[in-house]
């Protein structure tokens, strides 16, 4: 899992040489910034159902077409299916916030999401839409800090343009 | 390879759930100048570390620099200078890391099957580690003591906290003992 820490181990390993000065410079930056990041993983940990469960409203509302018949939406076993995709993004932003990279989401999100999703012939519109609405519904202080809710935007926005 | 919170991360997702338990990673970003200065303080002084640890393997055991042991002549000799400063850095990766996969993965697996090839024998290698275990403790208490190190005293001067760093220390010895029991 690719990390700052671990990408500095590589290129240490790599030479053949102890951490550097330098080395230790990169890891003591990666982890001044890691407390905003742990405070937004908290949050979110904290909140997951009730994000997904806003996003996804969200996203049927935008696109109701989703409800008919035979639509991706259409009956409870599909309802489910959509929240926990959603949940699964978020998930996904959660670990990307502990690890401090886009690691997890690149690894177990986007590789081979455009190909799942056209096998199983959903739209990833109302993946965009659940989405940007959980951009747009974080709001600091109330949810967390400022510096906590740039990084848990910043990773959203990471997953939506993926998807779009 | 994974880092500590990698590892929280890869933990979590075996059973889909969120990563639970913040505070442990909040404590080590806390800490993480520590862990620098620990980390810093094996990489500056890994030449001594490892030469010390080979001399007095060899004190112990001077069959070892007589014709057929395994530190005659100077090439094997230095093979086995390198070897120790090969464990080393590994262990000092996984100190950085906070998590011993590095150490596994890229030094550690297939490492006793190596030297059972090549004739190496493990219990003085263990021995080895076990000196560079004591020393890599002393270091990171910034305690060295004085009548063993003698003329070659060093102090890193790094600000000293009351514990001495008790949590680092007991880290960094579970690496070494995860390497001797890799060998034995």
């Not at chain 1, 949050?43 to 696109?63: F, H, M, P, T």
């Not at chain 2, 262990?91 to 190496?120: I, Q």
Request: with cysteine; net charge neutral; glycine share 6%.
């Amino acid at each position: 899992m690719k990390s700052v820490v671990t990408t500095v181990i590589a290129s240490a390993d790599a030479a053949g040489r102890f951490p550097s000065t330098s080395d230790l410079e990169s890891v003591q930056g990666s982890i001044q910034r890691a407390a905003a990041r742990l405070e937004a993983a908290e949050k979110l940990a904290g909140n997951l159902d009730a994000v997904a469960k806003e996003a996804y409203d969200a996203c049927i509302k935008k696109y109701p077409y989703l409800n008919n018949a035979g639509e991706a939406n259409s009956t409870d076993t599909f309802k489910t299916k959509c929240q926990r995709d959603i949940k699964h993004y978020l998930r996904l932003i959660q670990y990307c916030l502990v690890v401090g990279g886009t690691g997890p989401l690149d690894e177990w999100g986007i590789a081979g999401q455009r190909e799942v999703y056209r096998a199983l012939g959903l739209p990833t519109a109302p993946y965009v839409e659940a989405l940007s609405f959980a951009r747009n519904r974080g709001c600091a202080p109330r949810d967390m800090s400022a510096q906590a809710l740039v990084e848990y935007n910043a990773l959203l926005d990471y997953a939506i343009n993926s998807l779009s | 390879m994974l880092d500590a919170f990698s590892k929280a991360v890869v933990t979590a997702d075996a059973s889909t759930a969120c990563v639970s338990d913040i505070n442990a990673l909040k404590k080590f970003v806390s800490e993480g100048n520590r862990r620098l200065d620990a980390v810093n303080a094996i990489a500056s002084n890994a030449s001594c570390m490892v030469s010390d640890a080979v001399a007095g393997m060899i004190c112990e055991n001077q069959g070892l620099i007589q014709a057929g042991g395994n530190c005659y002549p100077n090439r094997r000799m230095a093979a086995c200078l390198r070897d120790a400063e090969i464990i080393l850095r590994y262990v000092s990766y996984a100190l950085l890391a906070g998590d011993a996969s590095v150490l596994d993965d890229r030094c550690l697996n297939g490492l006793k099957e190596t030297y059972a090839a090549l004739g190496v024998p493990t219990t003085s290698t263990v021995r080895a580690v076990q000196i560079m275990k004591a020393q890599a403790v002393a270091h990171i208490q910034d305690n060295p003591s004085e009548a063993l190190a003698g003329a070659k005293l060093r102090k890193m001067g790094t600000p000293v906290v009351a514990d001495r760093c008790a949590s680092l220390v007991s880290e960094a010895s579970s690496y070494f003992d995860r390497v001797i029991a890799a060998l034995s």
